[in-house]
């Protein structure tokens, strides 16, 4: 087992707060761990008003970081990912 890795209910908690903080288009649909031998985790975010295709974008992210890092981690790759959405 890794240690000094956040439960996955509070990787979805930092989640949702930094989704808020990004965009009130977006909602965390949950939180989908790797292995047991890994801290990775996928983030499933819902995109309220992007076509269907596109309305659910994954982050993935290792949570052994601490709660602030691992927040301003998800919350600088959700700001990337619609930036390159309205660019296109």
Same mark, same amino acid.
């Given at each position: 087992?890794?240690? #000094?890795?956040?439960?996955?209910?509070?990787?979805? &908690?930092?989640?949702?707060?930094?989704?808020? *903080?990004?965009? +009130?288009?977006?909602? %965390?649909?949950?939180?989908? +761990? $790797?292995?047991?031998? =890994?801290?990775?985790?996928? %983030?499933?975010? #819902?995109v309220e008003?992007? @076509? @269907? *295709?596109?309305? /659910? %974008? =994954?982050? $993935?992210?290792?949570? #052994?970081? $601490?709660?602030?890092a691992l927040? /301003? &981690?998800?919350? #600088?790759?959700?700001?990337?990912?619609?930036?390159?959405?309205s660019a296109?």
């Open positions: 087992m890794i240690e #000094n890795r956040l439960a996955v209910r509070a990787v979805a &908690q930092i989640a949702a707060e930094a989704a808020r *903080d990004a965009s +009130p288009d977006l909602k %965390i649909a949950g939180v989908v +761990p $790797g292995s047991r031998e =890994t801290s990775y985790v996928e %983030i499933l975010v #819902n008003g992007w @076509d @269907d *295709d596109d309305r /659910q %974008i =994954t982050v $993935g992210v290792f949570r #052994n970081a $601490g709660a602030a927040r /301003q &981690q998800i919350y #600088n790759h959700l700001q990337r990912l619609i930036h390159e959405h296109n």
